[in-house]
């Protein structure tokens, strides 16, 4: 069956620029991440959207970052105001529950370059 | 806090040798542990995880990993590497009080087969 897509698979955009990413999960999965993976840092977790319980947004590192769930399904993360810094590879994962022990399955990533 | 550390950045071998990739993780509660690759250019996909029960656990594409309660160790091993293993390897855990479902990674080791 269809995986975890991500689109588009890369953005190169100018310091000061909005981005939106797009993730769509694997149908009938519940939970959805967003992680960013960079040089300097490794693969850092930024946002975890769970059925219709608040999303635990503990891991954005701004205001600058948001990201929404519509209908359960896909889902849109949302670079305000861009940086140099921001320049990552964001994966984004689905998994079947929210359970500590589920496989999340990842998407190939979106490569983002602020120039 | 929860981390994961994983000891090799880069580990050379040779095709056909045997290797072991090492990770340690800190948490005094019970967490689950997991091995993800991540061949170049794509998302990452599960190896191998640990739940519960037996501590030796396979996984896909010959690998095995030990987990080891006292060592708050996972190291994940094949006894003979292909070419086609040449990718990155990072090791996660989820749970121990801190996260909601979100994993922890490692900052990766690569690893690189030669003929």
């Known amino acids: 069956g269809a995986g975890v897509s991500q689109s588009p698979s890369n953005k190169v955009t100018e310091k000061g620029k909005d981005v939106e990413l797009r993730c769509d999960p694997i149908?009938?999965?519940?939970?959805l991440y967003w992680y960013r993976q960079s040089l300097g840092q490794g693969l850092e977790f930024l946002i975890y959207?769970?059925?219709?319980?608040?999303?635990?947004k503990s891991g954005l590192p701004s205001d600058r970052f948001s990201a929404e769930r519509t209908g359960g399904s896909v889902s849109t993360l949302t670079i305000q105001r861009t940086q140099q810094e921001d320049s990552a590879v964001y994966l984004c994962?689905?998994?079947?529950?929210?359970?500590?022990?589920?496989?999340?399955?990842f998407g190939p990533g979106t490569r983002l370059l602020v120039l | 806090a929860q981390s994961v550390t994983q000891l090799d950045s880069q580990v050379p071998v040779f095709e056909e040798a045997p290797v072991e990739l090492r990770c340690n993780y800190s948490?005094?509660?019970?967490?689950?542990l997991f091995w993800y690759v991540q061949y170049p250019n794509q998302g990452l996909q599960l190896l191998l995880k640990?739940?519960?029960?037996?501590?030796l656990v396979k996984g896909i594409n010959g690998f095995e990993a030990e987990f080891n309660k006292s060592q708050t160790s996972f190291h994940l091993r094949k006894p003979s590497v292909h070419i086609s293993d040449t990718a990155e390897y990072f090791c996660?855990?989820?749970?121990?009080?801190?996260?909601?479902?979100?994993?922890?990674f490692g900052k990766g080791t690569k690893l690189s087969v030669k003929p």
């Open positions: 640990y739940l519960s029960g037996s501590t």
């Open positions: 959207f769970q059925g219709n319980s608040a999303p635990d």
């Open positions: 948490s005094s509660v019970s967490v689950y």
């Open positions: 149908s009938g999965h519940t939970a």
């Open positions: 994962a689905s998994s079947l529950g929210g359970g500590l022990q589920e496989t999340q399955y």
């Open positions: 996660a855990v989820s749970g121990g009080g801190g996260s909601q479902g979100n994993l922890i």
